[in-house]
């Protein structure tokens, strides 16, 4: 079976505000989203966050989202072509600036939340986050949704040679028809360790995922996600990393990959 990597969005924190356990996930994970500043993080944060993550030789990626603090990045913001561009040029640089002074590469860029969901039917947000990442440095990995809702952003990643990952969310409920279901919405998120390892486990070893209604969706994913902000973050990557290996799957960085 083929290994698979395992990340988690870390370094959400700013000023006097405390979100997640990144101290305690990062010793699971192995590569982190690292919050640029604009929905999540600060300098700060930011620094914290890369060397804690090159202390336990965990990937590190951006994770750029809209200008959003109040809303944790979880709004839609409506902008240019050129503006989102360079808003995930902005984010990415920054980042990149601690990874440079703490002596560690950038592996990948993974866009958050509402950024992220709406390069998944948009052209216009999908083109500029592609662009973005290759403009900036075309050997980071694009991390896009696995799976038919993924499509989009695989073509046009594919257009650009960009190097694509393929994203899984154990921790998240799926509709039928292969999306998120929205955080609004009861059970959106899935708390319970052993079942998120569960689902873990059949996206890693069968690539499906089990929808809401009980769909099997066929899905290939390279990497599996765990949020943070979970209350159960720390179960939920420690009991996945048992389960994977008591099934004889390997977890390695996706750096690993290329």
């Known amino acids: 079976m083929k290994p698979i990597d395992l990340n988690c969005d870390l370094g959400e924190s700013f000023g006097a505000w405390k979100m997640g356990f990144d101290e305690e996930v990062m010793r699971y994970i192995t590569s982190a989203n690292v919050a640029c500043g604009w929905h999540g993080g600060d ?18 990626g951006a994770h750029p989202g809209y200008p959003d603090l109040l809303g944790f990045g979880r709004r839609s913001i409506d902008c240019t072509y050129d503006e989102l561009k360079n808003y995930i040029v902005y984010q990415v640089g920054a980042l990149d600036g601690f990874c440079r002074i703490h002596g560690v590469k950038m592996t990948h860029v993974k866009p958050h939340g509402k950024m992220y969901l709406d390069a998944f039917e948009k052209i216009h947000q999908a083109r500029a986050i592609a662009e ?6 075309p050997n980071l990995f694009y991390v896009a949704f696995a799976g038919v809702k993924g499509e989009l952003m695989t073509k046009v990643a594919k257009e650009m040679r960009l190097k694509v990952v393929y994203e899984a969310f154990p921790d998240r409920a799926y509709t039928p028809e292969g999306d998120l279901v929205s955080r609004s919405q009861t059970g959106a998120v899935i708390e319970d360790p052993q079942e998120v390892a569960k689902r873990a486990l059949l996206m890693a070893k069968e ?31 420690k009991t996945i990393r048992e389960v994977l290996k008591k099934n004889g799957i390997d977890v390695i960085p996706m750096a690993s990959f290329i």
């Open 207 to 237: 690539h499906k995922v089990i929808a809401i209604d009980g769909t099997s969706i066929e899905i290939e994913a390279q990497t599996l996600c765990v949020h943070g902000d979970t209350p159960t973050a720390v179960d939920l990557v």
């Open 132 to 137: 973005a990442i290759i403009s900036y440095n």
């Open 43 to 60: 300098p700060i944060v930011m620094d914290e966050t890369v060397l804690l993550a090159k202390q336990n030789n965990v990937g590190i």
